[in-house]
């Protein structure tokens, strides 16, 4: 990230990708599962779970501890603390606990930027994500292509309620094309994590890395050309706003009232 130019920060700070450049739940998402598809062997649950946390738990410490990585490791251990448990895993609950542990080892994360947007994201994500997503057809949400991309859209939707008013407070911008980003930016990071995670398991097999590293490359381009693409188009950022705390409460405020109606409305229809 620090060996990226200027320009390119920007771009994807416009087009509204910045998100995939901090280490957050996406990316160590990612990693828990690919893991979990290499050690999650049933019959040794136990070890393969600790053996899953530590190696998250390790890479978090190794990337600087962001406290946007740490709230994302936590959930994740809890999670796989209540796998273990066999009981029902409640995401509000672990995301509260989260949070809780993190601000009783270390009260000031709750004024770290990073820390705000990412639980706002994911708060927003479950609260308001789930329920737009329960409330349309199963037959819709569960066809395999259609469904997936409903799926992307409600919840860049739902990170973008949850996070535009902290980003207009301190960043005064806000990204117009924030959805068609996500369409294109998370699947393509999602596939480049993968490859570069495969070169990493294969690097002593120098006919996969010969195989592998060119469409690493062909990826990361044409993630950097889309992003920037974006960042092109007329109208692609509203600039230069300026809100305070006060104004910012009353728009998360607004945005509750807003949802809240519409459920209400939906209920009564």
């Not at 996406?26 to 946390?53: E, K, N, P």
């Not at 600039?239 to 104004?247: F, L, T």
Request: proline share 4%.
């Amino acid at each position: 990230k620090t060996t990226l130019s200027e320009d390119t920060k920007e771009d994807f700070s416009i087009s509204g990708a910045s998100h995939v450049l901090a280490l957050s739940g996406l990316h160590l998402s990612i990693i828990y599962m690919m893991l979990t598809l290499l050690l999650g062997h049933r019959r040794f649950m136990v070890f393969s779970q600790m053996a899953i946390v530590l190696c998250i738990w390790v890479f978090t410490f190794m990337v600087g501890m962001p406290l946007s990585a740490v709230r994302s490791a936590t959930m994740l251990s809890i999670y796989a603390f209540v796998a273990l448990l066999n009981r029902n895993n409640v995401p509000l609950n672990t995301l509260g606990l989260a949070v809780a542990a993190i601000l009783l080892f270390n009260p000031l994360a709750l004024y770290d930027i990073g820390f705000q947007l990412s639980f706002a994201a994911v708060l927003s994500i479950l609260v308001v994500g789930a329920w737009c997503k329960s409330s349309l057809p199963s037959s819709l949400t569960q066809m395999p292509v259609a469904g997936k991309i409903i799926g992307l859209i409600i919840i860049s939707i739902a990170a973008q309620m949850g996070t535009a008013p902290l980003v207009i407070h301190y960043f005064g911008r806000f990204s117009c094309y924030f959805l068609l980003t996500n369409l294109v930016v998370i699947p393509l990071v999602t596939v480049i994590l993968y490859v570069a995670a495969f070169c990493l398991l294969f690097s002593f097999l120098p006919a996969v890395q010969q195989a592998l590293s060119p469409l690493l490359l062909h990826l990361t381009n044409a993630l950097s050309a889309s992003v920037s693409f974006i960042a092109s188009l007329p109208g692609s950022s509203i600039d230069n706003i300026h809100i305070n705390a006060w104004q910012t409460a009353i728009l998360y405020l607004i945005i509750i009232m807003v949802v809240l109606l519409i459920r209400k409305l939906r209920l009564l229809l």
